[in-house]
């Protein structure tokens, strides 16, 4: 889509393009973004790595009726923490392998020159990518919560003794979107370690590194403040708290036990979750876009 197009000016409100075929078009903002994110989409959507990965998360899915049959003092448990733990694991491969790759296919290949080259500046390359990774996990994870939740509903239909009385869809439903939300704050560190990190293999370190970090965050709050016999990190709630800031707090989005026992989950605190996310998201985001402009692209 973007090949089609060539610049033949610009605007505080949009930049006029000219086609193929000598119709010169105006493309606002929106429309930059809109491009950028549409061919960032059909890109992964024609990766074959995409595929796979759903493919072996749709495996594990179908295993979650055998895997639930084995634990039948806990069945519901078992099946919505596995459906829960598939989704999250099909958007971390997805964000960590083809994600990564294919921002750094970007420079290799020398695609992003062809697009900086147009009237476009290095925020809206950075906004645009963003959302059309976002449209591939919207994507993969809609079809891994089909999945999980048709095998959930079989063992409902099959086992209603093993069901907790409390289960509820919407509850599972909030836990699918927080797991979502959790997937979108790693994606956007990922975006940041890529813009000042010299080579895709060091940007794929420090984003697993940042998920394991905003992963235990809550695990190490608790030991800090609880425990007077965690070493050096005894008492020290200023760093934890320092870190908090930094890190995202992954461990708030997880809703598994929530789900599978159907504990209250009030609309305030997803309400919450979803501001600390979009929130979180604009802040790295911006952070990407500084870093993005000094980066080096060579």
């Known amino acids: ?22 119709t010169v078009y105006t493309i606002d903002f929106y429309e ?22 759903v ?53 290799e290949k020398q695609h992003i020159h062809m697009i900086m080259a147009r009237p476009v500046k290095g925020w809206h390359y950075i906004v645009g990518k963003f959302f059309g990774f976002t449209f591939i ?38 836990a699918i979107t927080c797991q979502l939300m959790l997937l979108l704050m790693v994606l956007a560190v990922s975006f940041l370690c890529y813009s000042f990190a010299s080579q895709p293999f060091v940007a794929l370190l420090l984003s697993v590194s940042s998920y394991l970090v905003g992963q235990n965050m809550e695990l190490l709050r608790r030991v800090v403040r609880e425990n007077a016999y965690a070493g050096v990190v005894a008492g020290q709630e200023w760093l934890v708290l320092a870190l908090s800031w930094i890190f995202p707090n992954l461990s708030l989005f997880d809703k598994k036990y929530v789900a599978a026992y159907g504990l209250p989950f009030s609309g305030q605190e997803f309400f919450l979750l979803f501001l600390y996310c979009v929130s979180y998201c604009a802040i790295v985001l911006f952070f990407t876009a500084l870093l993005f402009n000094r980066k080096e692209l060579l």
């Open 1 to 22: 889509m973007l090949n089609n197009l060539q610049a033949t000016g610009g605007s505080k409100q949009g930049m006029k393009v000219k086609g193929t075929e000598g």
């Open 55 to 107: 493919v072996l998360s749709i495996l594990l899915t179908m295993t979650n009726i055998f895997v639930a049959e084995l634990f039948s003092w806990d069945l519901g448990k078992v099946s919505v923490e596995f459906g829960l733990s598939a989704i999250a694991f099909t958007g971390l491969l997805l964000i960590f392998f083809l994600g990564m790759k294919l921002l750094a296919d970007d420079l």
């Open 32 to 53: 930059k973004l809109w491009l950028l994110a549409h061919s960032t989409f059909i890109e992964g959507v024609r990766h074959r790595a995409l595929w796979a990965i």
């Open 137 to 174: 996990l919207l994507l993969a994870s809609g079809i891994i919560s089909i999945g999980t939740a048709l095998s959930m509903q079989y063992l409902i239909w099959q086992f209603p003794a093993y069901i907790p009385p409390n289960f509820s869809w919407l509850t599972y439903l909030m």
